[in-house]
């Protein structure tokens, strides 16, 4: 012990005099090396200590390692599904490109690498092949067959950004939320009610940093910022959550508002992005009704499904609707597609969304997934196939038009009548308005745009509730089930979620899951998908499914490009034992993985057929 003390302080003696020695040239460079690893983007996503040994054990140390950095960036092109009622592949890539053309050059694109694993995946190596000598355009046609009407557009990234700094005189910095930063990683820009703090003396037009204030560990065991919003940043290491930025610039960007202009503006844009760490093209009213910016992974969920023309399908868990529409798409927009969402709001969206790609076959319902099928009578419906005791809490809903069960179709507002019927709400909402606006309303409004306009963001409209459905009323059934989203990128944090936030995640799905299966006929197809990487929310349901439900069987899936399953089990400290897949079924679901080649989000998609229920 006294040898290894004392070889401790030579070291330490040692650097001591190294610095002490130091010439002013040298001392100047260390400094601006030290300043160029603090102003990068370089992000560690941190997880609770107990997720992140589960998820070590499902993946290994390393594998685990690769997800968590890739998750903290946005993959490396965008994935554009063209509208075929209405336009081509080959005439959007003309239209995009002469877009692009006149915004100016694309610089330092970079490819999509599509050489998967040949083993994981059913792909022709000769398509991949193809797929990957494209990479030359800055927009491509994808390659897989079925897949034709799917456009690639690359971005580019990360890049190492000059903020301007000088020792003793830092840039000019904004610091802003952590979803703030994430929607900017995507290509969005900085508004106004996602900034955090910055720094004194900011003028409209300045040139700034722009850093992400990300959740830090509290010395009680919780999370949080440990900043107030509108403090003043110096850019030293007296300022609090000066060494917590590091690595964590996003880019630059030029002020469309002072200092003080953005902490009394309650709306609007407060940094132009002029400068991204990641380039990813923006296509905000780019095309509307041509296209739908939709990642891969979701897109071959709706192909999974299958659907054909004159079927009657479910999409349980609808909103936004990119899933929805694209199953529309995929029947060429005959039959009957019931998307539902138990938010009024979100199912607004979702009737705007096949306002503008101009579907006709979708009909929207306001409906809570967990009780989606109808009662007869008042009482459970004796088709029930679970004794899961939780499907017994099933209660109606109010209806204004009818049960959907016996066909009566709810009103959708399209087009024109819904901005219409827009107008008029507004209309008559401001002349029953008060004359003041109190605090609370304020607050609302600042949380709607802390991260810019979106269809979230929809007003008035009219939305049907529905009682639910009869049982095996639907050929094929979507459950794009709500989860824990740890597979979205880019991701800053995932500290929030604990093992009993996965468990419950993965509880309620089944519940959810219950309700599905039993309303597709017999003969007909279940799709289950997620986007995360918890083994507990994807191959622990497929688990559930097949052990509870005998009629089930896993079906192939076209196309396969994702990966295989996970087989085996996970035993944790408390005795909980999490079972997944037998070996022989990983290859019939996907699994895409964030840090593959392919460079998608986290997604997980299983498909089950539905054999006779008689026995039941």
Not at 94 to 103: D, G, N, P, V
Request: aromatic share 8%; glycine share 8%; hydrophobic share 35%.
């Amino acid at each position: 012990m006294r040898k290894k003390g004392r070889d401790l302080l030579a070291a330490f003696r040692q650097t001591f005099l190294t610095l002490q020695n130091m010439t002013p040239q040298a001392e100047a460079e260390a400094e601006l090396n030290a300043a160029s690893a603090r102003y990068s983007y370089n992000p560690i996503l941190r997880w609770n200590p107990q997720v992140e040994d589960y998820f070590i054990k499902a993946y290994g140390s390393l594998h685990f390692a690769q997800i968590s950095k890739a998750l903290t960036r946005p993959s490396c092109y965008s994935c554009i599904r063209v509208n075929t009622l209405k336009s081509t592949s080959d005439a959007v890539i003309e239209k995009l490109q002469e877009i692009m053309r006149k915004s100016g050059p694309q610089n330092d694109v970079v490819g999509i690498n599509w050489k998967e694993n040949k083993a994981s995946n059913d792909i022709d190596l000769d398509m991949v092949e193809k797929q990957s000598s494209l990479q030359n355009e800055s927009i491509t046609k994808c390659q897989i067959p079925g897949l034709e009407y799917v456009v690639f557009v690359k971005g580019s990234g990360p890049h190492e950004i000059d903020y301007g700094y000088l020792p003793d005189k830092p840039p000019k910095e904004v610091l802003v939320s952590r979803k703030c930063a994430e929607a900017v990683l995507r290509g969005a820009q900085v508004y106004v009610p996602g900034i955090m703090a910055c720094s004194s003396h900011v003028e409209e037009g300045d040139l700034v940093a722009v850093s992400v204030a990300v959740e830090q560990p509290f010395p009680d065991g919780g999370w949080g910022l440990g900043i107030t919003r509108g403090t003043v940043l110096q850019g030293l290491p007296t300022d609090p959550y000066h060494f917590e930025r590091n690595g964590l610039y996003i880019g630059q960007g030029t002020t469309m508002l002072s200092r003080a202009g953005i902490f009394r503006a309650s709306q609007g844009i407060a940094v132009d992005m002029n400068n991204r760490v990641f380039k990813l093209p923006s296509f905000y009213d780019v095309l509307e009704g041509e296209i739908f910016l939709q990642n891969l992974p979701s897109i071959i969920a709706a192909h999974a499904l299958d659907p054909q023309k004159g079927e009657r399908i479910l999409d349980m868990c609808a909103a936004p609707g990119g899933k929805t529409t694209a199953i529309a798409i995929l029947m060429k927009d005959e039959g009957e597609v019931i998307a539902a969402d138990r938010s009024h709001n979100k199912v607004i969206d979702i009737q705007k969304l096949a306002a503008e790609l101009g579907l006709t076959c979708i009909t929207t319902y306001k409906l809570d997934a967990l009780k989606a099928v109808r009662k007869r009578n008042g009482s459970s419906d004796t088709t029930t196939l679970c004794c899961n005791k939780d499907n017994n809490d099933v209660v109606n809903q109010r209806s204004d038009s009818g049960p959907l069960g016996n066909g009566v179709s709810s009103t959708t507002i399209v087009g024109s009548n819904a901005d219409t019927t827009f107008k008029e709400n507004v209309s008559n909402e401001k002349a029953n308005e008060r004359t003041y606006t109190s605090k609370a309303d304020i607050r609302k409004n600042t949380r709607r745009m802390r991260n810019g306009p979106g269809r979230n963001q929809s007003l008035g409209g009219r939305v049907e509730n529905s009682k639910g459905f009869l049982p095996n009323s639907f050929d094929r059934v979507l459950l794009d089930a709500p989860c824990s989203a740890l597979g979205l990128r880019p991701r800053l944090f995932a500290g929030e979620e604990t093992i009993e936030s996965l468990r419950n995640h993965g509880k309620y799905q089944r519940r959810m899951f219950d309700q599905a299966v039993q309303l597709v006929r017999p003969g007909g197809v279940l799709v289950y998908s997620t986007c995360t990487i918890n083994p507990g929310e994807n191959e622990a349901l497929v688990r559930y499914a097949l052990d509870t439900y005998k009629f089930l069987s896993l079906a192939p899936q076209h196309p396969r490009i994702g990966g295989a399953g996970l087989v085996g089990r996970c035993e944790f400290p408390d005795g909980y034992v999490e079972e997944w897949l037998k070996p022989g079924e990983e290859e019939l679901v996907q699994r895409f993985d964030p840090s593959s080649q392919l460079d998608t989000i986290g997604f997980f998609i299983a498909k089950f057929a539905v054999g006779p229920k008689d026995n039941i």
